[in-house]
C-alpha cells in the first residue's frame, strides 16, 4: 500500500514509519522538519508540510492509499491542531480519492466505564492536566466520525517508549478491562496490521497493555 503518516517527525510516527516500511509499504512521511525523519531508506518520501496549511497536503495526499494521523503538541495549552489539521487531512483525503483513515486519539475521552475510584482519579489527574488536548481531541474524533472515509479512531491510553512487545490488548467497538500503558511500537505494530481490516471500519478501538490476547467486541 501507498501510506501517507501524518506526524512522521514525532515519537510514536517515527515508529509507524518503521513498522509501515517493515511490512512493505511505500511511505510518505508528512512532518513540518522532514530532516527530523530518518532517511534516505527504500520505499521512503520525506515531505515537509503543515498540516494547518489545507494546501501543503494536496501533493503528499495524491495516489494515498491509506493515510495515518498521529499528531502531537507541545505543552497541553488550549489547541486546535488536532481538529483542524485532522480536518484538512480528511478534506484532502475525500477531494483525492483516499478511503482509509486511522486517527490517534485518547483513551481518556471515555471514561464512563471504569470502576468508580478509578473514574475519579482519571478525570482528576489526567483530565485537569490535558483538558486542553483532550477538547481539541473530542472535535477531531466528530470530524472523523462526520467523514466518508473508512475511519478507525484508535484510544490509547499512556503511551511509552520501547518494545515492541506483542503484549497489547484491544477492543473494537468497546473497552478494554483495565487498560494499561502500552508502548508506542505497539501501537504503531497494531495500526499497520489493521489498514487493510475492515472490521474496524467506522469503528472506535481501545489499545493497552497487558496481555497478548485481542479482545474484540462488535460494535
Not at 489539521?85 to 471515555?110: F, K, P, Q, T
Not at 479512531?153 to 515492541?164: E, F, H, N, V
Not at 494499561?180 to 481490516?197: Q, T
Request: charged share 20%.
Amino acid at each position: 500500500m501507498n501510506v501517507l503518516i501524518v506526524g512522521a517527525a514525532g515519537r510514536t510516527g517515527g515508529l509507524l514509519v518503521d513498522r509501515a516500511l517493515a511490512e512493505g509499504h511505500t511511505v510518505t512521511a508528512l512532518a513540518r522538519d522532514p530532516g527530523k525523519v530518518p532517511g534516505p531508506r527504500a520505499g521512503l518520501t520525506a515531505v515537509r508540510a503543515d498540516v494547518l496549511e489545507p494546501a501543503a497536503l494536496t501533493g503528499p495526499m495524491s495516489g494515498q492509499d491509506a493515510v495515518v494521523v498521529a499528531l502531537g503538541v507541545r505543552g497541553r495549552g488550549a489547541t486546535t491542531v488536532f481538529s483542524a489539521g485532522c480536518g484538512n487531512v480528511i478534506a484532502a483525503a475525500e477531494a483525492a480519492g483516499v478511503r482509509r483513515l486511522v486517527a490517534m486519539s485518547s483513551a481518556g475521552l471515555d471514561t464512563g466505564h471504569l470502576p468508580q475510584p478509578q473514574r475519579l482519579v482519571t478525570r482528576l489527574v489526567v483530565g485537569l492536566a490535558y483538558r486542553e488536548i483532550h477538547a481539541d481531541l473530542a472535535r477531531m474524533e466528530e470530524a472523523v466520525r462526520a467523514s466518508a472515509l473508512d475511519w478507525t479512531i484508535l484510544r490509547a491510553p499512556m503511551l511509552k517508549d520501547g518494545g515492541p512487545t506483542g503484549a497489547y490488548r484491544v477492543a473494537v467497538g468497546g473497552h478494554l478491562d483495565r487498560p494499561g500503558p502500552v508502548d508506542r511500537a505497539d501501537v504503531a505494530d497494531w495500526i499497520v496490521r489493521d489498514l487493510r481490516e475492515p472490521a474496524t471500519f467506522g469503528q472506535f478501538v481501545e489499545i493497552g497493555g497487558g496481555s497478548a490476547k485481542s479482545s474484540r467486541k462488535a460494535g
